[in-house]
């Protein structure tokens, strides 16, 4: 049984199992042409919830570890399972992935992959811009060229035109806290509205995430919106 011990002295109380871990994988749709333009990578242990363990982990500052497999194993799948559009993974900004596993990453994924990575950075975490540096400097040196994507804006601890600047997303995932009912509620649709507006003005990509009733889908739809993902228009699915 292949069980995950990270190298820090401090060895987690819930440990990843490899033999029975999978990925699901949700799609995100093209707004204006309707097609698949990736697929977000979620991890899916067999025996406790993804946030056990990232609990688990973080007490015992190993998250990098979670990232790697993540990175690693998650491509793995995507590959397997021969889908089609961008990779999208979530990454901690404040944990610094090792050369070493960036590099058997780029490896597995092959020359097909190399520009089809999108980062996906969890607002929620702390701004750590050491760590950060050392992340992208482990991807560049492995030859691929991944994009960068925010997720849960709005939401996070930290100011957002700060993410902006420091990160120089791709694309931005606005958080469903905004989307949900955002048909109905006008707040919601001020504040979408507004951000909408900041990204586009700094050539950002953006994307409705959360989307889940007809209702708001036909809204955004009729919105500046580039991207959807969520349950209404396809729920996460594992392959293998």
């Given at each position: 049984m292949a069980i995950v011990v990270p190298s820090s002295c401090k060895v987690p109380e819930i440990l990843i199992n490899l033999d029975t871990l999978k990925f699901a994988f949700q799609p995100i749709f093209d707004v204006h042409t309707g097609d698949i333009f990736g697929h977000e990578a979620l991890m899916r242990p067999a025996e406790h919830s993804p946030a056990e363990i990232i609990e688990a982990y973080a007490k015992a500052d190993s998250l990098s570890k979670i990232e790697e497999i993540t990175f690693y194993y998650g491509t793995k799948a995507f590959k397997e399972a021969n889908?089609?559009?961008y990779?999208?993974?979530?990454?901690?900004?404040?944990?610094?992935?090792?050369?070493?596993?960036?590099?058997?990453?780029?490896?597995?994924?092959?020359?097909?992959?190399?520009?089809?990575?999108?980062?996906?950075i969890l607002e929620y975490t702390k701004l750590d811009l050491f760590a950060w540096n050392m992340k992208r400097k482990?991807?560049?040196?492995t030859?691929?060229?991944?994009?960068?994507?925010?997720d849960d804006y709005?939401?996070?601890?930290?100011?957002?035109?700060?993410?902006?600047?420091?990160?120089?997303?791709?694309?931005?995932?606005?958080?469903?806290?905004?989307i949900s009912q955002i048909d109905s509620n006008l707040e919601h649709q001020l504040v979408v509205a507004n951000m909408i507006?900041?990204?586009?003005?700094?050539?950002?990509?953006?994307?409705?995430?959360g989307v889940e009733t007809e209702?708001?889908?036909?809204?955004?739809?009729?919105s500046d919106i580039d991207y959807m993902q969520g349950y209404y228009l396809g729920r996460p699915r594992i392959y293998q």
């Open positions: 889908l089609e559009g990779l999208f993974l979530n990454t901690f900004p404040g944990t610094c992935m090792s050369i070493d596993m960036a590099l058997k990453t780029a490896e597995l994924g092959g020359p097909e992959m190399a520009n089809r990575f999108y980062i996906e482990a991807m560049s040196g030859g691929a060229t991944p994009k960068i994507a925010i709005g939401t996070g601890e930290n100011t957002d035109l700060v993410c902006l600047d420091m990160y120089k997303p791709d694309l931005v995932k606005i958080d469903r806290k905004y507006r900041t990204l586009k003005e700094r050539g950002i990509k953006v994307l409705a995430e209702e708001e889908y036909n809204y955004l739809m009729h």
